[in-house]
């Protein structure tokens, strides 16, 4: 890693990824609303109410926040992920909610997940840790049907996530959620590099998301909407904009695209 990344942490506080004092629980909390809903939209858009009996493959899969919630929709989930730990918190939580979910130790740049097998492919707070997104591309392309789905969530490099990702929540002993280092802002995606990546790999990327905060009246953004409308309304943590790639301006952005 650029700066030391320190992603053992999901070894030393993977046991209790589900406890809320834990801080990763943050992403379970505070974020998993809203991205979770933006990714069951696509998935709406593309396949209709029933998701019962696709096959999906979580990169990065940590504790089964997500696994679980996609399992919910009816699909047949397998979670990769490095840390053992993690995935044994995931395992034993699955079985208490009764879910079959299929968790395996691997990466993103090696997913041990067959070819063509999977009819989606999702990959939340991971792009920014790995230290070749290209290779997690190539294997996500690799494991995926032809027509199927990529969601994805990172942290975009703009002043604020440098602000928000590393000094509040890493540096700043007032403020930070961890006593030690799990981002370089230097590793956070924008979303044209992300796209021209996807596309070197036969993925084409079809929306990129920022996730705004919420409020009451129409936020005016004219011309950053789709097709170029605007004023464009964000309320209860929904997507703030759906923007073209290269003028995303959020921290936090999430998007699609669909294998070729």
Request: aromatic content about 8%.
């Amino acid at each position: 890693m650029l700066v030391g990344i320190d992603n053992d942490v999901y070894n030393r506080k993977g046991h209790t990824w589900w406890d809320s004092g834990n801080p990763l629980s943050f992403l379970h909390g505070s974020l998993g609303t809203g991205r979770f809903d933006y990714f069951a939209s696509v998935l709406a858009q593309w396949w209709g109410d029933d998701a019962t009996g696709r096959s999906a493959v979580d990169v990065g899969c940590g504790g089964g926040f997500l696994a679980e919630r996609f399992a919910e929709l009816g699909l047949g989930v397998v979670g990769v992920d490095p840390s053992e730990v993690a995935l044994a918190a995931a395992r034993d939580h699955a079985a208490g909610a009764g879910l079959e979910i299929d968790y395996r130790v691997g990466s993103g740049e090696a997913l041990p997940v067959e070819d063509a097998s999977a009819d989606l492919v999702y990959c939340c707070d991971v792009l920014e840790h790995v230290d070749d997104v290209d290779a997690v591309l190539s294997e996500t392309a690799r494991v995926l049907r032809p027509g199927g789905l990529y969601v994805f969530d990172t942290i975009n490099r703009t002043a604020v996530s440098w602000v928000v990702a590393i000094k509040i929540m890493q540096e700043w002993r007032l403020t930070r959620m961890f006593d030690t280092p799990i981002h370089d802002w230097s590793m956070c995606i924008r979303p044209g590099e992300l796209t021209t990546l996807m596309h070197a790999h036969g993925i084409r990327s079809r929306e990129i998301v920022g996730l705004g905060a919420a409020f009451e009246e129409p936020v005016a953004r004219r011309g950053h909407g789709a097709g170029g409308a605007g004023p464009v309304a964000v309320r209860g943590g929904q997507p703030a904009a759906r923007l073209r790639a290269g003028e995303l301006d959020r921290d936090l952005v999430h998007g699609y695209g669909v294998k070729e």
